[in-house]
């Protein structure tokens, strides 16, 4: 689960690096700390499966850091876990602040689906995620919320 957060933070970034130049958008590049909470909205899977996810998403919020100041080349991360998977973003900029987009993903074994909206304002920023996801013995939707800062240039 850190690693789809991740992954669906940095593909809206990247979308929005593809769409609009830095100094079109209000988002500061360097170190960020993003906090998320994360609730899950449906599971269908096996009675153990579920009481493991839902004991799961009991945890406490998750917070990621994370230098962001080159987004073109931020989700070069981690490849061989995306071994086999594609995937395919739409989005659309509201304003300079506000970006909607949609990811969906396929590998051998999975599929998931991204609905979300990004808000920047500068040095903070908001994230509203719907996430999809289906193995073979499994589909779990999860709602994910994360508030960010920037917290300084990266070292």
């Known amino acids: 689960m850190t690693h789809l957060i991740t992954k669906v933070m940095l593909t809206g970034l990247i979308v929005a690096s593809t769409h609009l130049h830095a ?3 209000d988002f500061k590049p360097g170190l960020w700390e993003t906090i998320w909470k994360s609730e899950i909205v449906e599971i269908d899977a096996p009675p153990e499966m579920e009481k493991m996810m839902r ?19 931020a989700f070069d991360l981690e490849p061989e876990e995306n071994e086999g998977e594609e995937c395919q973003t739409n989005s659309n900029w509201i304003s300079a602040n506000k970006m909607v987009f949609e990811t969906s993903c396929t590998s051998p074994d999975s599929a ?20 999809t996801i289906s193995e073979e013995s499994m589909k ?12 300084g240039a990266c070292d």
């Open 55 to 73: 004991s799961m998403a009991k945890r406490p919020d998750y917070t990621e850091t994370e230098c962001i100041n080159d987004i073109a080349s």
């Open 112 to 131: 998931s689906k991204t609905v979300g909206e990004m808000h920047f304002n500068g040095k903070t920023s908001t994230s509203m995620l719907e996430v």
């Open 23 to 25: 100094e079109n958008y």
């Open 140 to 151: 779990i939707k999860s709602k994910l919320v994360g508030n960010g800062k920037y917290i």
